[in-house]
Nanobody, 127 residues
Framework: QVQLVESGGGLVQAGGSLRLSCAASGRTFSSAAMGWFRQVPGKERVFVAACGWSGGTTYYAGSVKGRFTISRDNAKNTVFLQMNSLKAEDTAVYYC????????????????????WGQGTQVTVSS
């Protein structure tokens, strides 16, 4: 069992930066792949970024590539999402998620494959 708690969201001006954190509890965190998704009201949850258990393998949505960076610290059971050059369209609730045994690259980007979810943190970018 893995429990996830996000933090670091808030209001920022366009062009600014935020760093989201996701603190995990549970023995299986270090072996789980982790992902970040976001959702706006009335729309589906969409993939943002993901990384493998060591953090060496990473995946990004095209809309955030080059601006966002996912990383993890297994010693602290925490995964991060550094968000730079934020745009108004990045406004959403951001969710941290864990997947125990991804088999294919596509598993990392598919929210239905994830086993555990945090409660979400709001990010609002003003233009």
């Amino acid at each position: 069992q893995v429990q996830l708690v996000e933090s670091g969201g808030g209001l920022v001006q366009a062009g600014g930066s935020l760093r989201l954190s996701c603190a995990a509890s549970g023995r299986t965190f270090s072996s789980a792949a982790m992902g970040w998704f976001r959702q706006v009201p009335g729309k589906e949850r969409v993939f943002v970024a993901a990384c493998g258990w060591s953090g060496g393998t990473t995946y990004y949505a095209g809309s955030v590539k080059g601006r966002f960076t996912i990383s993890r610290d297994n010693a602290k059971n925490t995964v991060f999402l550094q968000m730079n050059s934020l745009k108004a369209e990045d406004t959403a609730v951001y969710y941290c998620a864990a997947i125990r045994a991804p088999r294919f690259a596509s598993d990392y980007t598919d929210h239905t494959r994830y086993d555990y979810w945090g409660q979400g943190t709001q990010v609002t970018v003003s233009s």
